[in-house]
């Protein structure tokens, strides 16, 4: 299946900040809801930002007022800003995407960017 490309993620020093982006290729319609997830090691992976067509945002506790979500709908493309980065932040950050095309709903993922935060 068609994967979104991620980008941007690398160690950073606990205080720190990374620009995560996201790019649904050109093959990939009628985008919805756009959403950064996380995964830890031993842990479920979890959601942490979303991003509805119509720009309203929602986040996970512990990270808002720290992180922020973004889209261009003309680049198809989702960021995460994060700033203030803490230890407990470090996974593997995963975008996904939500599509409705002719009625049929379906759901993308990208590969998976770590990110390291270190104390």
């Known amino acids: 299946q068609v994967q979104l490309v991620e980008s941007g993620g690398g160690l950073v020093q606990a205080g720190g900040s990374l620009r995560l982006s996201c790019t649904a290729p050109g093959s990939i319609f009628g985008i919805n809801t756009m959403a950064w997830y996380r995964q830890a090691p031993g842990k479920q992976r979890e959601l942490i930002a979303a991003i509805t067509a119509g720009g309203i945002r929602n986040y996970e506790y512990s990270v808002k007022g720290r992180f922020t979500i973004s889209r261009d709908n003309a680049k198809s493309t989702v960021t995460l800003q994060m700033n203030s980065l803490k230890p407990e932040d470090t996974a593997v950050y995963y975008c996904?995407?939500?599509?409705?095309?002719?009625?049929?709903?379906?759901?993308?993922w990208g590969q998976g960017t770590q990110v390291t935060v270190s104390s």
């Open positions: 996904n995407v939500h599509t409705v095309v002719a009625g049929t709903a379906n759901e993308y």
